[in-house]
């Protein structure tokens, strides 16, 4: 079996980072994480990255005086370099423009903890406490050129207890996105998750496996 080669891009502990190493450990998953690059040198999931063997490097966004197009073309480089040929987004920090998103179409995913398209942004469990909603989650999609956006190809559910705080919700949002991103990775690198206009169909993949809840 060909695994796709992919990178994961951080900014810090890189939790889910983990979730996917974890996951390629396994001889029979589609996909092997082939790189781990993140734009902040002290970010803890490059020791992590480094301690399971997988290389790293760094492009920091704060060498490029705030040009954005220059900072991804040397990130692209080197995704390149690598012969890379998917790209995991897991808590990368930086919001990206149209030259990196329009060059990976297709081929980059992120996670957010949202069920998109509701809460886009930060301050998602903060936000959904606020608003009363009965259910929150995490959603695993394509990147497009608008912030958390693009379509979606798996996403987890939990229910909002009446006790929650923003950081008890945020700790049971971050188990399903650990389960979810492993999952939606294996869709991708496996050719099941198709993007077709705004949906992603997944073929003769279990429908009922694109929500999770727990």
Do not use: C
């Amino acid at each position: 079996m060909s695994r796709k080669r992919t990178a994961v891009l951080i900014s810090g502990r890189g939790s889910n980072m983990s979730a996917l190493i974890s996951a390629a450990q396994s001889p029979d998953y589609p996909a092997e994480v082939a790189l781990v690059l993140s734009n902040r040198p002290d970010a803890k999931g490059l020791e992590r990255a480094a301690e399971n063997g997988i290389p790293t490097t760094v492009v920091d966004h704060k060498l490029f005086s705030g040009d954005r197009q220059a900072f991804e073309k040397a990130v692209d480089d080197i995704l390149k370099e690598h012969r890379i040929e998917l790209v995991a987004l897991a808590g990368f920090m930086r919001i990206l423009t149209p030259y990196l998103v329009d060059a990976w179409a297709n081929r980059m995913i992120n996670i957010h903890p949202a069920l998109l398209p509701s809460f886009k942004g930060l301050e998602t469990h903060e936000r959904a406490l606020s608003e009363g909603v009965k259910l929150h989650g995490a959603t695993v999609h394509y990147v497009s050129s608008e912030m958390d956006d693009g379509p979606i190809i798996m996403q987890g559910a939990i229910p909002v207890l009446d006790t929650d705080t923003p950081d008890t919700l945020a700790a049971r949002v971050l188990e399903v996105e650990h389960r979810i991103y492993p999952k939606a990775l294996e869709l991708v690198a496996s050719g099941q998750a198709k993007v077709s206009g705004a949906r992603v169909e997944t073929g003769d993949a279990d429908a009922s496996g694109m929500l999770i809840f727990p």
